[in-house]
């Protein structure tokens, strides 16, 4: 039998927090609404800055999935019985939301940044397949199958072992490299990673993708940073120039709100003393990431090498190489 219930009785029946809940979530999505209104009509005085407009466009996903997730949370509180419990639930998702937001707007700004190095125009890169060959000899990033790096963090507790294998992957029609990058945390593998390299005959190593996942407590946890080149508007990105020189800032990677990550060649006569060796003359790098606004690194790069440090300018933790083995 179907039941008609009025209005009244459901006002009358529904908790008292229910309606400031409901004025906050307009408010919130008033303004939110507000903000993409402003972002339209900044977008239509540069409609040529395809760059930008990305970003404009990043930044409007970004807050969606936020308030998206938001909503969500505000689902599941509602379903707590016991009061306070349901209201530090309810504090909880509004300073996550808080959080969340200003994350988005500190990707904007990460991505306007590098627009102003990177040009107005469209990441556009052009990938003929028989201009590239599995040989990856540059001098600052050689990666021949074979040969596996261990890093080590300062506190011994994060090992990275990133092995050169023998196979091989066509993506994007480009034969690729395929390097395993395992990362342990106290002995226990908490990242899992399978990437592609390749190099066009100029000398540049371009990087086609990632099958990446991260673990806790021995299961899967997450995929998120996947991407293929070719494969849903993803693009290749460089990851080392033929000849780098101070002031090259490049995309390593373009999968927009999933993998972006900047690269900028700061120098290349910095020293640097890790536990396989001293070196001079490495190439200084500089990384950043929308996704991470707040992230910081610089690696650096030996001649013959490779890479021999990596420093976090926000933890201050350093990944130094401690061997190089080969088969």
Same mark, same amino acid.
């Given at each position: =039998?179907? =039941?008609?219930?009025?209005?009244?009785?459901?006002?009358?029946?529904?908790?008292?927090?229910?309606?400031?809940?409901?004025?906050?979530?307009?408010?919130?999505? =008033? &303004?939110?609404?507000?903000?993409?209104?402003?972002? /339209?009509?900044?977008?239509?005085?540069?409609?040529?800055?395809?760059?930008?407009?990305?970003?404009?466009?990043?930044?409007?996903?970004?807050? &969606?999935?936020?308030?998206?997730?938001?909503?969500?949370?505000?689902?599941?509180?509602?379903?707590?019985?016991?009061?306070?419990?349901?209201?530090?639930?309810?504090?909880?998702?509004?300073?996550?939301?808080?959080?969340?937001?200003?994350?988005?707007?500190?990707?904007?700004?990460?991505?306007?940044?590098?627009?102003?190095?990177?040009?107005?125009?469209?990441?556009?890169?052009?990938? !003929?397949?028989?201009?590239?060959?599995?040989?990856?000899?540059?001098?600052?990033?050689?990666?021949?199958?074979?040969?596996?790096?261990?890093?080590?963090?300062?506190?011994?507790?994060?090992?990275?072992?990133?092995?050169?294998?023998?196979?091989?992957?066509?993506?994007?029609?480009?034969?690729?490299?395929?390097?395993?990058?395992?990362?342990?945390?106290?002995?226990?593998?908490?990242?899992?990673?399978?990437?592609?390299?390749?190099?066009?005959?100029?000398?540049?190593?371009?990087?086609?993708?990632?099958?990446?996942?991260?673990?806790?407590?021995?299961?899967?946890?997450?995929?998120?940073?996947?991407?293929?080149?070719?494969? !849903?508007?993803?693009?290749?990105?460089?990851? =080392?120039?033929?000849?780098?020189?101070?002031?090259?800032?490049?995309?390593?990677?373009?999968?927009?709100?999933?993998?972006?990550?900047?690269?900028?060649?700061?120098?290349?006569?910095?020293?640097?003393?890790?536990?396989?060796?001293?070196?001079?003359?490495?190439?200084?790098?500089?990384?950043?990431?929308?996704?991470?606004? /707040?992230?910081?690194?610089?690696?650096?790069?030996? &001649?013959?090498?490779?890479?021999?440090?990596?420093?976090?300018?926000?933890?201050?933790?350093?990944?130094?190489?401690?061997?190089?083995?080969?088969?």
């Amino acid at each position: =039998m179907k =039941m008609e219930t009025s209005w009244i009785d459901i006002k009358q029946c529904a908790p008292k927090w229910i309606p400031s809940l409901t004025a906050v979530g307009f408010a919130i999505a =008033m &303004l939110f609404v507000g903000n993409l209104s402003a972002q /339209d009509r900044n977008s239509a005085t540069e409609p040529t800055n395809i760059c930008l407009q990305t970003a404009r466009d990043a930044l409007a996903s970004c807050k &969606l999935a936020a308030q998206s997730d938001h909503q969500l949370a505000l689902g599941k509180c509602i379903n707590i019985i016991n009061s306070a419990v349901r209201q530090s639930c309810e504090r909880q998702a509004e300073a996550d939301l808080a959080d969340a937001l200003d994350t988005c707007q500190g990707g904007f700004e990460v991505r306007r940044q590098s627009c102003q190095k990177l040009g107005p125009g469209p990441y556009h890169p052009v990938i !003929n397949p028989s201009n590239f060959t599995t040989r990856i000899d540059n001098p600052y990033f050689p990666l021949f199958p074979g040969t596996t790096f261990t890093y080590l963090n300062a506190h011994r507790t994060i090992r990275d072992v990133f092995a050169v294998t023998h196979k091989t992957r066509v993506i994007n029609g480009v034969r690729c490299v395929q390097v395993h990058d395992s990362v342990y945390t106290d002995g226990q593998l908490t990242e899992d990673t399978l990437d592609f390299f390749a190099q066009d005959r100029e000398g540049n190593v371009w990087y086609f993708g990632e099958n990446t996942a991260e673990f806790e407590n021995g299961l899967v946890a997450t995929i998120e940073g996947s991407f293929l080149s070719g494969l !849903n508007h993803d693009k290749a990105g460089i990851i =080392m120039k033929a000849h780098p020189v101070p002031g090259d800032f490049y995309r390593q990677e373009f999968s927009l709100g999933n993998a972006e990550d900047y690269a900028e060649t700061l120098n290349l006569n910095a020293s640097v003393v890790v536990p396989y060796g001293h070196f001079s003359n490495c190439l200084k790098s500089r990384e950043t990431t929308p996704l991470e606004p /707040d992230a910081l690194e610089d690696k650096y790069y030996a &001649l013959g090498v490779g890479n021999v440090l990596t420093v976090d300018h926000v933890t201050g933790e350093r990944d130094e190489l401690i061997s190089i083995t080969s088969e």
